[in-house]
Every structure is written in structure tokens, then in C-alpha cells.
């Protein structure tokens, strides 16, 4: 797809006017009659996401008024790139209170179109910014945005561990940092038990890898904050014999959007150059079905010593961060943070649009709200309630990945499990994401949606940059 947003444009430019519902009687006081006119024909009042065009004697849309209500919400120009008509846009000035970087990125995301698979691509609208946008850094976190939804929206097929890994590397390579890959057997030789048991049953050229990006930003010191990222990559998940029925496989394509966001926010962080060291951590496993799969009962050993016996083999997103998070622990990070597509009870609990994140550091916790409001990125703080934690208790190992008796709790479990494997140098925070919208609305289409990303982002920035 093209960028939504561009400097400047040698095609007809439309002005756009946002305006708010207390700006707009006086603009309309200012305007020849037939514009209130066509306004109550459309019922247009300036509330938040109306939308008026305007055309001219030609026939072609000559203004475009685009209502914004009280006027704080940037992130409603979202919702006005997916209904323009094709063509060329310009804002006729930036509403009071709002960032003209906010608006495009807004935009920029909203525009976004996944048309990997179509033979014909319709063209979009477009925002023209001129000079008073840092187009640079707008685009930076649009394209990884653009390349977590991407990701995410790709058919299994096209998106196995193979091709995560050759992501992570041209990432690597764009931004002078080192890659390194354990891939099938060498998983057992260097340490990653859990990962090999979930990913081993996966045909050939679909072998379960570990792969870790090392980078630390140019001219920064070699004890720069160290900040582990690290996702889960399970491409696609039948649940392993204890398959899941048709309708809850459909979508198994995204069960990697921890990945995806992984490397995302990996990129993001690459891209400002801020001046940490960064190491990014994502297991790549298809958690498929054959005569070599892990069974229900089977007990795993882990990279940080603690055995785990299987409850269920659909709990396997847990398994393989495990392992992660443990090599993360290694490296004595002063902040971890970890993105999953773990439970079904996140989404019961909070939705599909707000994601929740559990951590025990209270600065931490303030830190990502304060950002999370900022970015309009929506999180919700949940608690690692330690009431729960007996039931990680396994029959005849040290922990079981399906907690009893509180299925209720799903989510808060499965982040007390990752807990136990988690570095316990700095602060560390666990993310249940979704990474999909499953109602469309304008700007947010059915499919594929980065989550958590820009907040974490903009915490990041706000501690370290």
C-alpha cells in the first residue's frame, strides 16, 4: 500500500476543515447560506466523526468540514482516512489543543489497507502535512504499526518461524544490530527444552527456533539501560491433541501477534535511537499435530530448571516464553517487558480493544497508564493476585500450564506463571494482547490491529530518551 500521508502533493489539494461543535455556529454565521443548507440536509453539526463534503459546480468535491465534537481527540482523524473518497487532503490549520503529529499519525493508521492478496489495490485518501509535520518520525511508528498488522493479517502459509526469523533479520541488518537463531535440535543443545517440545510436531521447514536480536543504540555506554523485549511466535496453534474445535482454529494466524508486536516495538525503539541497549526475545513454534507432539501429561523441562507438567497442550504460549523469559532473566535487564495472544479471558474480561498488563512495579504501572492516555492506546492495569497462585501447582512436577480450579482467572493465571520464569533484575510487565479487531468500524477494519505499541513506546521514551 501507498502512505496515507505525504510532505506535499502535485495533484489537486482539498481543503479539510476540522472544526468543533462550539467553533461551528460561528463558522457557519461566516459561510454563504447554501452551506447551512447542505449542513441540514446532512445533519451535520460539527459532533465528533461528522462528516460533510462539499462539492463544487463541477461536480468534484471542493471542501471537506470533518466535525470533532469537543475537539480533544486526535486519534478521530483515524476514523475520517477510511471515509474520504480518493484524492489529495490538507488541513486548513491544526484545531486548537491537538498535534499536528497526532493527527497524522492518527490518519496514517486509519488509511492502513492489507491488500497483500488482491489483484486490483484501490487507491486511498491522502493528507498532505507540508513542513510542519516530522514526517520522519510519524512514518517511523506508522510502518510498525503497518508491519506488526501485516504480519498478523498473513495466512500461516506465508507466516511460519521461517519467516519471523527472515523479519527479525532484515530488521537486524537495517539497524546494525546482531542476530542469532537456535532452529530444530539445536533448541535441546542450547537450552530451550520448552520451545522444541511445542514446536517439534511442525512439518519440515516449519522447525521451532529462538531467535534474539542485540543491539545498543549508537554512542550510548556500555552500561546503557538494558530493555528485553519478548513475544510469543506461535504461527498457528490447533491446540495440539487437545485440538481446538473449527471455529476457535479460524484465526489461529495471529496466535504470533506477540511477535509481531515484539518486533514492532523492537523497531520502533531502533528507529529513535534511544540510547539503550535492547535485546529482543521471540520464540517461533507451530504448535501442530503429528505422532511426535507433546501429550496432554507429559512433563517438560524448562531453561530455568523448573519442570511443568502439560494439563492441556493449548496452553502452550506459556511454554515457550517460559523458556524466553528465562534467557532474558540472563542478561540482568533493568526492564522486560513480554506481549502475548495468551488467553481467551483477557478478552472476556476487558474486550477486544482494551488490553491488560500486569506488573508489581508501581512506577512501572503509573508510567504506562500515564502513557497508554497520551497515546490513545488503550491499557488497563490487572493484578498478579497472589490467591491464585496454588493452582500453578503441578500433580507430579513443579508447575502445570492449566491451572485448576480458577478458569475463571485465566488471564491473571497465565501471567502468574510467567512471573515465576521472569528476571527479577528491574521491573517487568506482562501484556495480554489481542492483536484483532473482529467488528470493523471506520479506521479500525476487521482484521489485524497493533495494540500497546505506541504507549509502550512513548513510556520508553518518556524514561529513557
Same mark, same amino acid.
Given at each position: 500500500?501507498?502512505?496515507?500521508?505525504?510532505?506535499?502533493?502535485?495533484?489537486?489539494?482539498?481543503?479539510?476543515?476540522?472544526?468543533?461543535?462550539?467553533?461551528?455556529?460561528?463558522?457557519?454565521?461566516?459561510?454563504?447560506?447554501?452551506?447551512?443548507?447542505?449542513?441540514?440536509?446532512?445533519?451535520?453539526?460539527?459532533?465528533?466523526?461528522?462528516?460533510?463534503?462539499?462539492?463544487?459546480?463541477?461536480?468534484?468535491?471542493?471542501?471537506?468540514?470533518?466535525?470533532?465534537?469537543?475537539?480533544?481527540?486526535?486519534?478521530?482523524?483515524?476514523?475520517?482516512?477510511?471515509?474520504?473518497?480518493?484524492?489529495?487532503?490538507?488541513?486548513?490549520?491544526?484545531?486548537?489543543?491537538?498535534?499536528?503529529?497526532?493527527?497524522?499519525?492518527?490518519?496514517?493508521?486509519?488509511?492502513?489497507?492489507?491488500?497483500?492478496?488482491?489483484?486490483?489495490?484501490? @487507491? #486511498?485518501? /491522502? &493528507?498532505?502535512?507540508? !513542513?510542519?509535520?516530522?514526517? %520522519?518520525?510519524?512514518?517511523? +511508528?506508522?510502518?510498525?504499526?503497518?508491519?506488526?498488522?501485516?504480519?498478523?493479517?498473513?495466512?500461516?502459509?506465508?507466516?511460519?518461524?521461517?519467516?519471523?526469523?527472515?523479519?527479525?533479520?532484515?530488521?537486524?541488518?537495517?539497524?546494525?544490530?546482531?542476530?542469532?537463531?537456535?532452529?530444530?535440535?539445536?533448541?535441546?543443545?542450547?537450552?530451550?527444552?520448552?520451545?522444541?517440545?511445542?514446536?517439534?510436531?511442525?512439518?519440515?521447514?516449519?522447525?521451532?527456533?529462538?531467535?534474539?536480536?542485540?543491539?545498543?543504540?549508537?554512542?550510548?555506554?556500555?552500561?546503557?539501560?538494558?530493555?528485553?523485549?519478548?513475544?510469543?511466535?506461535?504461527?498457528?496453534?490447533?491446540?495440539?491433541?487437545?485440538?481446538?474445535?473449527? @471455529? #476457535?482454529? /479460524? &484465526?489461529?494466524?495471529? !496466535?504470533?501477534?506477540?511477535? %509481531?508486536?515484539?518486533?514492532? +516495538?523492537?523497531?520502533?525503539?531502533?528507529?529513535?535511537?534511544?540510547?539503550?541497549?535492547?535485546?529482543?526475545?521471540?520464540?517461533?513454534?507451530?504448535?501442530?499435530?503429528?505422532?511426535?507432539?507433546?501429550?496432554?501429561?507429559?512433563?517438560?523441562?524448562?531453561?530455568?530448571?523448573?519442570?511443568?507438567?502439560?494439563?492441556?497442550?493449548?496452553?502452550?504460549?506459556?511454554?515457550?516464553?517460559?523458556?524466553?523469559?528465562?534467557?532474558?532473566?540472563?542478561?540482568?535487564?533493568?526492564?522486560?517487558?513480554?506481549?502475548?495472544?495468551?488467553?481467551?479471558?483477557?478478552?472476556?474480561?476487558?474486550?477486544?480493544?482494551?488490553?491488560?498488563?500486569?506488573?508489581?512495579?508501581?512506577?512501572?504501572?503509573?508510567?504506562?497508564?500515564? @502513557?497508554?492516555?497520551?497515546?490513545?492506546?488503550?491499557?488497563?492495569?490487572?493484578?498478579?493476585?497472589?490467591?491464585?497462585?496454588?493452582?500453578?501447582?503441578?500433580?507430579?512436577?513443579?508447575?502445570?500450564?492449566?491451572?485448576?480450579?480458577?478458569?475463571?482467572?485465566?488471564?491473571?493465571?497465565?501471567?502468574?506463571?510467567?512471573?515465576?520464569?521472569?528476571?527479577?533484575?528491574?521491573?517487568?510487565?506482562?501484556?495480554?494482547?489481542?492483536?484483532?479487531?473482529?467488528?470493523?468500524?471506520?479506521?479500525?477494519?476487521?482484521?489485524?490491529?497493533?495494540?500497546?505499541?505506541?504507549?509502550?513506546?512513548?513510556?520508553?521514551?518518556?524514561?529513557?530518551?
Amino acid at each position: 500500500m501507498t502512505d496515507p500521508v505525504i510532505a506535499a502533493s502535485e495533484e489537486r489539494v482539498i481543503p479539510l476543515l476540522a472544526v468543533t461543535t462550539q467553533a461551528w455556529p460561528d463558522l457557519l454565521a461566516s459561510r454563504p447560506v447554501s452551506l447551512g443548507r447542505l449542513a441540514e440536509i446532512g445533519g451535520f453539526k460539527a459532533g465528533a466523526g461528522q462528516l460533510l463534503l462539499v462539492h463544487g459546480e463541477d461536480g468534484e468535491v471542493a471542501e471537506v468540514l470533518f466535525g470533532l465534537g469537543a475537539g480533544d481527540d486526535a486519534f478521530a482523524f483515524r476514523g475520517l482516512a477510511a471515509r474520504l473518497p480518493a484524492g489529495d487532503y490538507a488541513l486548513a490549520e491544526t484545531p486548537e489543543g491537538l498535534t499536528a503529529e497526532d493527527i497524522a499519525l492518527a490518519f496514517w493508521l486509519g488509511g492502513y489497507r492489507f491488500d497483500r492478496y488482491r489483484a486490483a489495490r484501490e @487507491a #486511498g485518501p /491522502r &493528507l498532505v502535512v507540508g !513542513d510542519s509535520v516530522d514526517l %520522519a518520525a510519524v512514518k517511523s +511508528l506508522a510502518h510498525a504499526c503497518a508491519l506488526a498488522r501485516d504480519m498478523v493479517n498473513t495466512p500461516a502459509g506465508d507466516m511460519g518461524p521461517l519467516q519471523i526469523e527472515t523479519i527479525a533479520r532484515e530488521i537486524a541488518e537495517q539497524h546494525g544490530a546482531s542476530l542469532s537463531v537456535s532452529t530444530g535440535d539445536e533448541l535441546l543443545a542450547d537450552g530451550y527444552p520448552a520451545v522444541h517440545a511445542v514446536g517439534r510436531a511442525a512439518g519440515p521447514g516449519r522447525d521451532p527456533r529462538i531467535i534474539e536480536i542485540s543491539w545498543t543504540a549508537p554512542g550510548a555506554p556500555a552500561d546503557a539501560p538494558l530493555v528485553a523485549i519478548v513475544g510469543k511466535g506461535v504461527t498457528f496453534d490447533t491446540g495440539g491433541l487437545d485440538i481446538k474445535p473449527s @471455529a #476457535g482454529m /479460524r &484465526l489461529m494466524k495471529k !496466535d504470533m501477534g506477540g511477535a %509481531a508486536h515484539a518486533l514492532a +516495538l523492537g523497531r520502533m525503539v531502533m528507529d529513535a535511537g534511544l540510547p539503550v541497549r535492547l535485546v529482543v526475545l521471540v520464540p517461533a513454534v507451530e504448535n501442530a499435530i503429528s505422532g511426535d507432539a507433546m501429550r496432554p501429561g507429559d512433563v517438560l523441562a524448562t531453561r530455568k530448571g523448573l519442570t511443568v507438567e502439560v494439563g492441556n497442550t493449548d496452553a502452550e504460549g506459556r511454554l515457550i516464553l517460559a523458556d524466553a523469559l528465562a534467557r532474558a532473566g540472563e542478561l540482568s535487564p533493568d526492564l522486560t517487558i513480554d506481549m502475548a495472544t495468551l488467553t481467551g479471558a483477557a478478552r472476556i474480561a476487558l474486550g477486544p480493544q482494551v488490553i491488560p498488563f500486569y506488573t508489581d512495579d508501581e512506577a512501572l504501572a503509573a508510567d504506562i497508564a500515564a @502513557a497508554a492516555l497520551e497515546a490513545r492506546d488503550p491499557l488497563w492495569r490487572m493484578p498478579l493476585w497472589p490467591g491464585y497462585e496454588d493452582a500453578l501447582t503441578g500433580e507430579i512436577a513443579d508447575l502445570r500450564n492449566d491451572p485448576e480450579g480458577w478458569a475463571q482467572a485465566g488471564s491473571v493465571t497465565a501471567a502468574l506463571f510467567l512471573k515465576r520464569f521472569a528476571p527479577t533484575s528491574g521491573a517487568w510487565v506482562h501484556l495480554d494482547i489481542f492483536a484483532w479487531n473482529p467488528k470493523g468500524r471506520p479506521g479500525w477494519p476487521v482484521g489485524a490491529e497493533a495494540q500497546a505499541i505506541r504507549a509502550l513506546f512513548r513510556m520508553l521514551k518518556a524514561r529513557f530518551g
